[in-house]
């Protein structure tokens, strides 16, 4: 069988556990579910859902998609017969206090033992927060990103009405210092996006240097760790790296995205905060909610307004059975992932057919296609990507700067960007199933490329 099914059978356990506790109610019958109907539906939907790229298998290794751990599949589905809404008390005791439990060894993970943080639909939302509580400080000030920072945040803060203006990028992908501090120093600015892992490349733009330039110039930093966060817990990293993760607690706020690599099924990020008090901003009097608790209520300090209760009882289960500790399983999972990046990358660059000049700094690998022209290597890395793809091995493509590959195309390059070839290794698994990989990436470029350059 292609998938985990263990984990049905202790659901179903867990079912009749979760039934116990409202065993006292007068006796009824729920509403059967339209039997042989709803099964027929099911299998349609199955075949409906066979169109799919095999996300969960190691063959997969392109896009940022990553099965759930079994254990948050079931929990989530186990939470659905209770249906909470996290918004309110009212709507979700139980998973509101998980909730916060599972949020404060996130925040913890970071150093804050005091925060105001909750779960989010995912990194959008949660970015959208953080910079929302910046436009409430400082309505007219301008917000800085990297080039490389996800597209979100230009587009959210065009939402908010804030004015934006993106900063240049290094050759590996990390915020410029030079040009950050000269747009620093013409003044106006509210607030500093670091990106740790960005969504292209995974590069971890330089924190404490950031930090520094904190003291001198004074503006809010967010950290967008939506995809990086976890990699803070491993014990692998590069200096670089390694040093970013040590301060991301001395950020104002943090995002980081459960359903990227924390193994949880989509509809969960996370926005942290490190002042509490600017829950102050979320202050609102919906007459409908809120009568039966005096506790504090996620919807009294979230944007959004129903949320799955659902989503932090998976993430519960999960930090419950993984907790998020340096030395854990958990990290040794990520290690996993990390060495399966520096592997392809220490294969591509020994092959002539690929220049590969960026090392990873977390776990997504990219590199060019060589070939006499931009152009020419473009189109190479769009043939390899089909050719790999026929052999079962599925990668990403994605546009950078032709400056991240310097002295490879001499002549005045044509365009501004390439099409390169990129890997994101986000499971384990990939480590060991990296000669796999490597055995149809090589026979994919054979296909393509002209015999001289594959060796
Ligand atoms: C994925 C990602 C986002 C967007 O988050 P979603 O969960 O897709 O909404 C933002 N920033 C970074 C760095 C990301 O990797």
Redesign the pocket.
């Known amino acids: 069988m292609t998938f985990e099914t263990d984990s049905m059978a202790w659901l179903e356990e867990a079912v009749e556990r979760l039934a116990e506790g409202f065993a006292g109610l007068p006796a009824w019958r729920p509403a059967a579910g339209h039997a042989e109907r709803s099964r027929a539906v099911l299998a349609e939907a199955a075949l409906r859902l066979q169109d799919n790229f095999p996300y969960f298998h190691p063959l997969y290794a392109g896009q940022?998609l990553k099965t759930p751990h079994p254990v948050a599949r079931a929990a989530y589905t186990l939470a659905t017969w209770i249906n909470p809404n996290n918004h309110a008390r009212d709507g979700g005791r139980a998973s509101s206090r998980m909730e916060i439990e599972a949020v404060a060894e996130i925040a913890h993970m970071f150093g804050w033992t005091k925060h105001l943080g909750h779960l989010t639909s995912?990194?959008?939302?949660a970015?959208l927060e953080a910079l929302w509580v910046a436009g409430q400080l400082e309505p007219h000030k301008t917000i800085l990103a990297s080039e490389q920072a996800?597209y979100?945040h230009a587009r959210i803060s065009a939402v908010l009405r804030l004015p934006f203006e993106p900063v240049p990028a290094d050759t590996h992908g990390r915020l410029s210092m030079p040009h950050l501090e000269q747009r620093l120093q013409r003044g106006d600015v509210s607030t500093v996006v670091a990106?740790l892992?960005?969504?292209a490349l995974g590069a971890i733009d330089p924190l404490p240097e950031i930090l520094a330039l904190r003291e001198r110039y004074g503006f809010r930093l967010h950290v967008?760790a939506?995809?990086g966060g976890y990699f803070g817990l491993t014990a692998t990293l590069g200096g670089d790296a390694r040093a970013a993760f040590d301060v991301v607690g001395d950020a104002d706020s943090v995002v980081i995205?459960p359903?990227?690599h924390g193994l949880q099924p989509y509809g969960c990020?996370c926005i942290l905060f490190r002042d509490p008090s600017v829950g102050r901003f979320y202050k609102h009097d919906s007459p409908y909610t809120y009568f039966t608790s005096q506790d504090l209520h996620l919807g009294e300090i979230s944007l959004e307004c129903s949320r799955a209760g659902a989503s932090a009882v998976a993430l519960w289960a999960t930090q419950r059975l993984l907790p998020l500790m340096r030395g854990g399983e958990f990290a040794a999972m990520l290690e996993d992932c990390r060495a399966a990046a520096l592997d392809l990358h220490q294969r591509l660059s020994a092959a002539d057919a690929f220049v590969a000049p960026i090392p990873p700094e977390l776990d997504i690998v990219v590199w060019a296609v060589r070939g006499a022209s931009v152009a020419e290597s473009s189109e190479r890395a769009r043939k390899i990507f089909d050719a790999a793809a026929r052999r079962d091995l599925h990668l990403a493509l994605v546009q950078l700067p032709v400056a991240m590959f310097p002295g490879v195309w001499p002549e005045a390059p044509e365009a501004d960007t390439v099409t390169c070839l990129r890997s994101v290794l986000m499971k384990p698994e990939h480590r060991a199933w990296m000669d796999q990989i490597w055995q149809r990436l090589s026979a994919a470029a054979q296909e393509i490329l002209p015999s001289s350059s594959t060796k």
């Open positions: 940022m995912g990194g959008t939302f970015n996800h979100t990106t892992g960005t969504t967008d939506a995809y995205d359903h990227k990020g």
